[in-house]
Nanobody, 125 residues
Framework: QVQLVESGGGLVQPGDSLTLSCAAS????????IGWFRQAPGKEREGIGCISMSDGSTHYSDSVKGRFTVSRDNAKNTAYLQIHSLKPEDTDVYYC??????????????????WGKGAPVTVSS
């Protein structure tokens, strides 16, 4: 069964850092580009960043550049999203997604082939 499972979310304080994991099962993540997205209730899903399969290059949304880092460990079949200096407005459900492509990643939800169910992150003091 093909699955992406996010973990590492929860309640954090403003200013903290957090690392979300995205573990793949049923397929090899190294054949896919990985994207991270977030969505708050009643809002559209927002792209955060993605990492390519071929060379590990990354691309980030202009709105999050500098505080978010996308990475991958193909040996562990897992991708990661690090978030630094968390703010209350970062409170969202965070999703990872995978697109089968050898091209540089494109941060577009419509291109993704598989999605995780999301990991909620709440930033509050």
């Amino acid at each position: 069964q093909v699955q992406l499972v996010e973990s590492g979310g929860g309640l954090v304080q403003p200013g903290d850092s957090l690392t979300l994991s995205c573990a793949a099962s049923g397929f090899r993540l190294n054949y896919y580009a990985i994207g991270w997205f977030r969505q708050a209730p009643g809002k559209e899903r927002e792209g955060i960043g993605c990492i390519s399969m071929s060379d590990g290059s990354t691309h980030y949304s202009d709105s999050v550049k500098g505080r978010f880092t996308v990475s991958r460990d193909n040996a562990k079949n897992t991708a990661y999203l690090q978030i630094h200096s968390l703010k209350p407005e970062d409170t969202d459900v965070y999703y990872c997604a995978a697109e089968v492509t050898i091209d540089p990643c494109v941060l577009s939800a419509d291109r993704m082939d598989y999605w995780g169910k999301g990991a909620p992150v709440t930033v509050s003091s």
